[in-house]
């Protein structure tokens, strides 16, 4: 079993950053692929960036390429995503999860009960 905890969402003005954390319980946090995800009001909820579990692969949506960087600490059991340049289009629920991931394909077991971030235009 793997709990999940988002932090650092918020309200922030357009082009500004913010960078969400996931702190994940347990000692098994290195085997498993982690992804953020998003869900604004009214539409489905999309995957946001993914990275496997020793860091090597990263793929990101295309709607955020070059703005937001997944990364991960194995020693602290935790994930991170940096957003810069935020834009109006990227508020919404945040949600982390952990499971397998390649590339943008991805099996999620365990999520987060999510955070919200809002981009103030």
């Known amino acids: 079993q793997v709990q999940l905890v988002e932090s650092g969402g918020g309200l922030v003005q357009a082009g500004g950053s913010l960078r969400l954390s996931c702190a994940a319980s347990?000692?098994?946090?290195?085997?498993?692929?982690m992804g953020w995800f998003r869900q604004a009001p009214g539409k489905e909820r999309e995957l946001v960036a993914a990275?496997?579990?020793?860091?090597?692969?990263?793929a990101y949506a295309d709607s955020v390429k070059g703005r937001f960087t997944i990364s991960r600490d194995n020693a602290k059991n935790t994930v991170y995503l940096q957003m810069n340049s935020l834009k109006a289009e990227d508020t919404a629920v945040y949600y982390c999860?952990?499971?397998?991931?390649?590339?943008?394909?991805?099996?999620?077991?365990?999520w987060g009960k999510g955070i919200l971030v809002t981009v103030s235009s």
């Open positions: 990275i496997n579990r020793s860091g090597s692969r990263i």
């Open positions: 999860a952990a499971g397998w991931v390649a590339g943008t394909d991805y099996g999620m077991d365990y």
């Open positions: 347990g000692r098994t946090f290195s085997t498993y692929g």
